[in-house]
């Protein structure tokens, strides 16, 4: 799993600019956060100080907007999201199976993202395609009728 990397000086100035800039706007952290989020792929959880402390904030209350909204993330994300589905029509079509294939593909569990930045795993409840089952997403491209040799077929295709 990766973990979130120190910020640069030049990156903290970066955060300072965007914080202060943000800080004129009437209802300015949501923005905010999303700009930061935009240029770092995520929210380091560094900036989460610098921004409490330049909106008059808690670093808490800006932390519990972040957990709020699941599309906001403290961790780096891969380029790439892998969605598993594990809703019933997915399940009963061997959906477990297939979360356990592309673990075993990518390296990783649910909620991590791989060393390389390529790729970060998630389930879901249902993708909206439940005639196809079992179902996953890889970016934004749904793969159905999954079986262990489609996996492997997609994985090792997305990879190129
Ligand atoms: S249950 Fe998997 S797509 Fe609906």
Redesign the pocket.
């Known amino acids: 799993m990766v973990k979130a990397k120190k910020l640069t000086k030049a990156d903290l100035a970066q955060i300072n600019t965007m914080v202060y800039e943000y800080s004129q706007q009437k209802w300015p952290l949501i923005p905010l956060v999303q700009r930061i989020q935009n240029e770092f792929g995520y929210i380091p959880p560094q900036s989460i100080s610098v921004i409490a402390k330049l909106l008059g904030l808690f670093p808490s209350q800006v932390q519990g907007v972040i957990s709020f909204y699941a599309q906001l993330y403290t961790k780096p994300r891969g380029r790439r999201v892998v969605r598993v ?7 009963v079509r061997g ?1 477990k199976t297939i979360l356990k294939l592309v673990k075993q593909q990518l390296g990783i569990e649910e909620g991590q993202t791989t060393p390389d930045l390529e790729y970060t795993l998630e389930t879901v ?6 005639a ?4 996953m997403v890889v970016g934004d491209q749904i793969h159905g009728h999954l079986n262990p040799k489609r996996v492997e077929q997609v994985l090792r295709r997305d990879r190129g």
């Open positions: 589905c594990r809703g019933t029509a997915c399940h959906g409840a249902c993708i909206g395609v439940c196809l089952a079992p179902n």
